[in-house]
T-cell receptor, first 114, second 114 residues
């Protein structure tokens, strides 16, 4: 079984400051990892995903994430946030074989302050 | 424009009533999913389907039913057996070309029980 932990339920940060949203996972099998963003009252859209290869993955809107297998982490970062980045961010995993089920974390609400 | 549509956007139900949430996609995706989103709990999988006329229970299927008579459509019925149906419901779809296919989400339906 897999599980995803997003320890920070809310992260306030000032505009133009850097931000890191943490994601840790637990799995007995290899997994692929994803970050999604959800704006208020909307569906989720993909920011980035890690499948294999380079552990640093770049996504849309200037976000990037680093896969750390030894620490089972996939933290999301942005060097300078904008007001428009205010949203909820979800980390998710899916096993590399055998199932098409995705397991989502509980989400981190990023609030960018002016 | 390709995408996933969900209707209605807002739905109100009296206790004891069944209601059906619509999900349609024109992305030619094989797999479709229904998730329930509650504050602080992330997304939980209700049902998923990888092929027409076949579907599997997710983690919280009790009190819900689905059908997959057409590739493009995956309606969800919330029955009176669902004890706490007030939530935000998200439909998603993906190809089955590879296990790590991106899930594309609809805009969601907010269901409120009066």
């Amino acid at each position: 079984a897999q599980s995803v932990t997003q320890l920070d339920s809310q992260v306030p940060v000032f505009e133009e400051a850097p931000v890191e949203l943490r994601c840790n996972y637990s799995s007995s099998v290899s997994v692929y990892l994803f970050w999604y963003v959800q704006y208020p009252n909307q569906g989720l859209q993909l920011l980035l995903k890690y499948l294999s290869g380079s552990t640093l993955v770049k996504g849309i809107n200037g976000f990037e994430a680093e896969f750390n297998k030894s620490q089972t982490s996939f933290h999301l970062r942005k060097p300078s946030v904008h007001i428009s980045d205010t949203a909820e961010y979800f980390c998710a995993v899916t096993p590399t074989s055998g199932t098409y089920k995705y397991i989502f974390g509980t989400g981190t609400r990023l609030k960018v302050l002016a | 424009d390709g995408g996933i549509t969900q209707s209605p956007k807002y739905l109100f139900r009296k206790e004891g009533q069944n209601v059906t949430l619509s999900c349609e996609q024109n992305l030619n995706h094989d797999a479709m999913y229904w998730y329930r989103q509650d504050p602080g709990q992330g997304l939980r999988l209700i049902y998923y389907s990888q092929i027409v006329n076949d579907f599997q229970k997710g983690d919280i299927a009790e009190g819900y039913s689905v059908s997959r008579e057409k590739k493009e459509s995956f309606p969800l019925t919330v029955t009176s057996a669902q004890k706490n149906p007030t939530a935000f419901y998200l439909c998603a779809s993906s190809t089955l070309a590879g296990v790590a296919d991106t899930q594309y989400f609809g805009p969601g339906t907010r269901l409120t029980v009066l």
